[in-house]
Structures are given as structure tokens and as C-alpha cells.
């Protein structure tokens, strides 16, 4: 498991990341989610070692990361960077033996992982005659090429179509699987809510919100209900313990107090006409995001 | 009405199939790809890293362009320099009859037979002939020198008997000789440490600038980072100087210029030694100063200062090479001995210890400069943004 313990880092005056504290649990992808300049970054970096905490530290398995044992992290920056004028196969083999891969095994791997990140017709080509799509494959190439045991990706969907999503999907999915640890972060939320097992929630550089997916949804989302009816629900506006969201005709969203209250409505629905649907409505994680951002607001400006 | 199509979309698209099959298969087993590949020591890194540098640059056009101009610049100079020489040595003098023996088995004269006293002195009138030796009988050594508006020395020198002479000083060596050497030393050293000078900011702005350094940082050292730069170029920069004085020293041998070869033939071995040891000096203020900012188009106003060092010994050299006391001076200073001391060897006027001691000296400031360099790289490689000042950078982040 790879744990961040009470971090903090300032930039100047600026306190950056304060107190930041969360786990990333093996086998799981977990999702880092914060607005901009929330703190994701620098998080990152400092996971990487690339930029020093002013205080805290970051362990995996419970022993304090050093040099060595990042060289075994695949790491995509936030902002690319990989040398524009040479070829993809050669700085991702590069890249690979800077790892201590020797030469002819960096460009066996280089090049099964170009193909298979769909970039087997270019890699010969130099980067910057790549299109940014295809860029940010190599990107994610040179993350993965020295088969790292835990991996650190700042938006690494960023920029990619559809079926490149997929391909990178299969690949993270793959390296959770088999026990790494995986943390990346992203702004598509509902993305993020798809793949991810883990969530943590960074806001002005605090975490708010860190844990399982389910967890996050049960404490965080509102208990609603949706009913879809063949008659009119309108009296559900005056039912006690009911506050309708959405309503048209038949169909609702409500708040409920509990769900005894929700079940009362189901009763008297069912009393008046048949009923096509009825269930919970889930929270989607950008409802939570926002939830759990507003609320750390709210008690921010109450102090 | 808007809103409730919102609401029955994300119903549909919340649930992640993909994510309940994954998770399922063995969550918790450690990581398995295979054996650790052992840490690359610094070394190793920074060999690496040279390699890249080295393969990188040799591919490039500008360089091999550039190489090719230098060494063909090289050569032709020694070229032209030679037949230049060779047309000045042989004095063309006209000679008439038995005078001609006078002449005979005198370097540096090409006679020219005239048949009669008048036809030599059309000759010489004509300009054809710097001089004409004729027959007189009158005369102690039996001939008669004939030239247009001055005494042509050199054609007296050899017809008179001229008593022993002994000089109490070596003579100074030829002013245009001493020139020429002087700036050839000068120019090379410029133009390959600012060539590879820059080259090293380039891609130290590159690696910042793309963001790339990111990566590399969280693999090796930036230590690594920067020997591997500076040894990679510094080979460079050590092989081009080194082709050129095999270019040079080929040239003087084919053209029969051994006698100049003499004399330049341990400076330039000199020259290259320190220029190695030289180069490693400024490319580590190179690396530095362009890991200050992110940018290229930043990186003149940091470069400037750095470039100016570079030129100096050049235009020290070539203003003040017959002043033996700035040549003093320089070829102990550390940033201007590759180009100072070299100057002075040829010149003879340096002691056989004095290159060692300016060697070492050197030595212990590219050492100094290296830390030096170090840290500032070290410190500003990844702040990005605006321009690190140096102060920042030293002072730590």
C-alpha cells in the first residue's frame, strides 16, 4: 500500500498542500479528484520525489520511499515531456535502459508497448510529427515502459479518443490486478467514477473526502428516490417527509427523510396506479465532488 | 424539461461493469513483472546519458555541416598559407652570362637568363625581375647588381662576403606566423566552446522547457543528469578539436611546412589537453546558467554572461599576442590558460613547468565550477515558470 502521511508544502507564502493524508490500496485504482490548483500535483510530484515536502512523508508497505525504490513508479507528468525532436521508439527505449533495462530487452518492450498502445506504425516517427493524441500515447508508454510496480498518472486521459481510453484503461486495470497500486488523477469525473475503485477528493489542498467508492457515495449523497408511475404524482409535493426535486407527470425525483417515508410513497403510488419503476438514486461523483468541496466551504466560512 | 432527461441519463451511465469484473481477480497479490533490473549507478546513468547526447547531436545536420566547414576552413587555410609562402620565397633575378653562377645553388632565387646587359635591364625596367646581376669586370666580387629604385638586399646579401655574425637574443618569430597561430588557437577555441556550449543550453532548456526532466529526475539523479551532459558534449567538443589538429598537423606534412609543424606541434597537443579540461569548465556553467529559466526564448539573457567568458581569450589573444605579460596573465586564468598558455608554448616564451602548473590550476577551477554548477542545476531544474535567480538557486529551494 502506498501511503501519504501529513504532508504539507508551501510555495512561498502560499501553504499549498496542508496536512494531506490518504492511502492507495493495492490491487485498486484510485481516483484523485480536485479542482484546479486543488493540490493534485504537487501531490504527485511529491509522491515522485521530483519536489521535497516541507514536512510529512510518503511510505510504501510501510517503509519510507527513497531513490531507489521510485525508480520501480511509472510516473506521467502533468505536463508532458518527453524530447520533441527524437524518434518514439528511441527515447522510450531510452527511457527504459535508464532503468537499467539493457538495450535489446528496452527495445523489445519499447516496441510491443507502442504496438499495443496502437502507435506501431509511428515509432519511428519523431514526436513532435505525432498528433496530440498520439503523443500522449508515447506519453503513457514512457510511464509504463520499464514495467513499474506502482503507478502515478497526472490526467492521464487527457487528450485521448474514445478507443485510446480503452486501450489505457485495459493497461491500468491490468497493473491493479496484479497488485500494483495505481493513483491517477483526472477532471472527467464521470471517467473517474467508472474505473475507480478509490476515490480522494482534494480541495485548496486539504483532502476531504478519502475511501472506497460506495463509501464516498453512502456518506456523501443524498438519500433520493426516483418513482415512475402510470398516473400523476403530484400530490407526492404536500406528502410528508418528501422533497420533490424533479417532477413531470408520472415521474419523480425526491428527497426523502428515511426510508420509511420513501416507502410510504411506494404505498400510495401503488394505491393509485401501477408503478413502472421505483429505486434509490445513486449520487454521481461529480454531485459528491461537489458536495464534499461545498461543504468544507461552508464550514470554512462558519470559523 | 431539461433537467429530467439529465436525470435519466446519468441513471443509466452510472454502474461500472468494467470495474466489478476487474476487481475481482487477485487484488492484493504483490506486484509481478519479472526480475528488478539492477539500479543503473551514477555512473552508468550519466554514460547513458552521454550516449544520448552524443548520438543525438552526431545526428544532427547543423553539426556535421558545421564540422565539415571547420575542418575544410582548417585545411584550406594551411593550403593557401603555403602556396602564398611558396610564391614570395623565390625572387625572380635576371642574369646575364657568367653571372649566373654567382647566383647558382642560392636558395630562394629563380634566374632568369637575359641574353645581354640590355635586355636584362628591359627586364628589370618591365618589373619582370626584381633584379639583374650582370657581369664586371672592374668589380672585386665581378658582378654588378641592376634594380629598379631600391638595394635589393637579399640579392646583395648573397653576392657580398659577409663577416660572422652573432645574435646575443633568438630572434623574435615572424609577426605574421605568430598572428595567425595566436587566433588560429583563439578561433577554435571559441567557436567549439561556444558551439558546444550552447548546444548544452539548448537541451538543458529542452529537457525543462518539454517537461521531460520530470521524468528523467524521478529515474536518476540530477547529478547523473549533468555529468552525463557535460561528458557527452565535452567529447564532442574534444573529438571536433581533435580532428582539427589532425586536419592541421596532415596539412603542414602534405604542403612540407615540417619546419612549422616543429614548432607548433607540442602546443597544439597542449592546446587539446586543456581545451578538455576547459570545456568541462564552461559546460558546467552552460548547463547551469540554462537550467535557470524555462524557456527559449529566456535563455540569451542568461546565456550572455557566460558567452562573453568564452570570447574573451579570443579577443585577448588576438589584440594582445606580442604582449608577453597579458599572455602571462592568461595563461594562468583559468577560463583564457586553453587558449593563453597553448599561444605561449608556441611562442617559446613559457618554462616546461608552467603548462603543468596552468593545468592544475584549471583542473581545480573546473572541479569548483563543476560543484558549483551542480548545485545551481540541481536546485533550478525544476522551477518552472519565470527565471531562477542565481541566489535563489544557490541559496536552495
Not at chain 1, 495505481?182 to 476515490?199: G, K, N, W, Y
Not at chain 2, 468494467?18 to 487477485?26: L, M, Y
Not at chain 2, 577551477?365 to 538557486?393: I, N
Request: charged share 20%.
Amino acid at each position: 500500500m502506498l501511503q501519504v502521511h501529513h504532508v504539507n508544502r508551501s510555495f512561498g507564502d502560499r501553504l499549498v498542500l496542508d496536512d494531506v493524508t490518504f492511502d492507495v490500496r493495492r490491487g485498486r485504482l484510485t481516483g484523485f479528484v480536485g479542482g484546479n490548483g486543488a493540490g493534485k500535483t504537487t501531490t504527485m510530484r511529491i509522491v515522485l520525489g521530483v519536489l521535497a515536502a516541507d514536512s510529512g512523508h510518503v511510505t510504501l508497505d510501510g517503509t519510507d520511499l527513497d531513490a531507489a525504490e521510485r525508480r520501480f513508479f511509472g510516473y506521467m507528468p502533468e505536463e508532458r515531456g518527453l524530447y520533441p525532436k527524437m524518434r518514439v521508439l528511441e527515447q522510450i527505449t531510452y527511457l527504459a535502459r535508464l532503468h537499467g533495462v539493457d538495450r535489446g530487452a528496452a527495445t523489445r518492450r519499447a516496441t510491443a508497448l507502442l504496438e499495443r498502445l496502437g502507435l506501431g506504425e509511428r515509432m519511428n516517427d519523431r514526436l513532435d510529427d505525432l498528433s496530440l493524441g498520439n503523443q500522449q500515447r508515447a506519453q503513457i508508454a514512457a510511464a509504463l515502459v520499464h514495467e513499474p510496480e506502482v503507478l502515478v498518472l497526472d490526467e492521464p486521459f487527457s487528450g485521448l479518443d474514445p478507443m485510446a481510453v480503452d486501450v489505457v484503461v485495459g493497461v491500468l486495470s491490468e497493473y491493479a490486478a496484479q497488485g500494483a497500486p495505481v493513483i491517477f488523477s483526472s477532471h472527467q469525473l464521470d471517467l473517474v467514477e467508472r474505473l475507480c475503485d478509490d476515490l480522494v477528493v482534494i480541495a485548496q489542498g486539504r483532502i476531504r473526502a478519502a475511501g472506497g467508492r460506495e463509501d464516498l457515495r453512502a456518506a456523501y449523497g443524498h438519500a433520493r428516490w426516483e418513482i415512475d408511475t402510470a398516473g400523476d404524482v403530484g400530490w407526492l409535493r404536500s406528502a410528508p417527509g418528501v422533497r420533490v426535486q424533479h417532477f413531470d407527470g408520472g415521474w419523480a425525483v425526491f428527497e426523502a427523510d428515511d426510508d420509511a417515508a420513501a416507502q410510504q410513497v411506494l404505498r400510495r403510488a401503488l394505491e393509485q396506479a401501477p408503478v413502472a419503476s421505483f429505486g434509490p438514486v445513486r449520487s454521481t461523483l461529480a454531485e459528491i465532488f461537489r458536495e464534499v468541496v461545498k461543504d468544507e466551504d461552508t464550514t470554512e466560512a462558519a470559523r | 424539461m431539461s433537467t429530467q432527461v439529465d436525470q435519466r441519463g446519468n441513471r443509466s451511465g452510472t454502474p461500472g461493469e468494467a470495474v466489478a469484473a476487474r476487481s475481482a481477480t487477485g487484488a492484493g497479490t504483490p506486484a509481478g513483472h519479472g526480475g528488478r533490473p539492477a539500479a543503473p549507478g551514477t555512473v552508468r546513468a550519466a554514460l547513458l546519458v552521454a550516449e544520448r547526447e552524443v548520438t543525438t547531436v552526431v545526428r544532427t545536420k547543423s553539426f556535421l555541416v558545421s564540422t565539415a566547414i571547420l575542418l575544410v576552413g582548417v585545411l584550406a587555410s594551411i593550403v593557401v598559407g603555403s602556396v602564398l609562402a611558396g610564391r614570395d620565397s623565390d625572387t625572380r633575378v635576371a642574369v646575364v652570362g657568367a653571372a649566373a653562377e654567382a647566383l647558382a645553388g642560392q636558395d630562394g632565387f629563380e634566374a632568369v637568363d637575359a641574353a645581354d646587359e640590355a635586355e636584362a635591364r628591359r627586364l628589370v625596367e618591365n618589373g619582370d625581375v626584381r633584379a639583374a646581376v650582370v657581369p664586371a669586370e672592374g668589380s672585386p666580387v665581378g658582378v654588378r647588381v641592376l634594380a629598379l629604385d631600391e638595394t635589393p638586399l637579399d640579392v646583395v646579401g648573397v653576392l657580398s662576403v659577409a663577416p660572422e655574425v652573432e645574435l646575443l637574443e633568438e630572434s623574435d618569430m615572424n609577426e605574421g606566423v605568430r598572428y595567425l597561430v595566436s587566433f588560429g588557437f583563439g578561433l577554435v577555441f571559441l567557436m567549439s566552446a561556444a558551439g558546444f556550449g550552447s548546444m548544452i543550453a539548448q537541451n538543458t532548456v529542452t529537457e525543462k522547457q518539454s517537461r521531460i526532466v520530470e521524468i528523467l529526475l524521478a529515474t536518476v539523479s540530477a547529478r547523473s543528469l549533468l555529468a552525463g551532459k557535460i561528458l557527452g558534449n565535452s567529447l564532442l567538443a574534444f573529438g571536433q578539436t581533435a580532428a582539427i589538429a589532425a586536419v592541421a598537423v596532415i596539412g603542414l606534412v602534405v604542403t612540407g611546412q615540417d619546419d612549422l609543424l616543429g614548432l607548433i606541434g607540442a602546443p597544439v597537443v597542449w592546446f587539446v589537453l586543456f581545451f578538455l579540461v576547459g570545456f568541462v569548465l564552461l559546460a558546467a556553467m552552460f548547463a547551469a546558467a540554462a537550467s535557470l529559466v524555462s524557456r527559449m526564448e529566456d535563455v540569451g539573457s542568461v546565456m550572455t554572461p557566460v558567452i562573453y567568458l568564452t570570447m574573451t581569450p579570443y579577443f585577448l589573444v588576438v589584440f594582445f599576442n606580442d604582449n608577453p605579460t597579458v599572455l602571462r596573465v592568461m595563461s594562468y586564468v583559468p577560463f583564457s590558460a586553453p587558449v593563453g598558455m597553448p599561444v605561449r608554448l608556441f611562442l617559446g616564451e613559457a618554462a616546461w613547468w608552467e603548462p603543468l602548473v596552468a593545468l592544475a590550476l584549471l583542473v581545480v577551477a573546473a572541479v569548483a565550477v563543476v560543484a558549483l554548477g551542480a548545485k545551481v542545476y540541481e536546485r533550478s531544474l525544476l522551477k518552472t515558470g519565470g527565471r531562477v535567480t542565481l541566489r535563489e538557486a544557490l541559496r536552495g529551494s
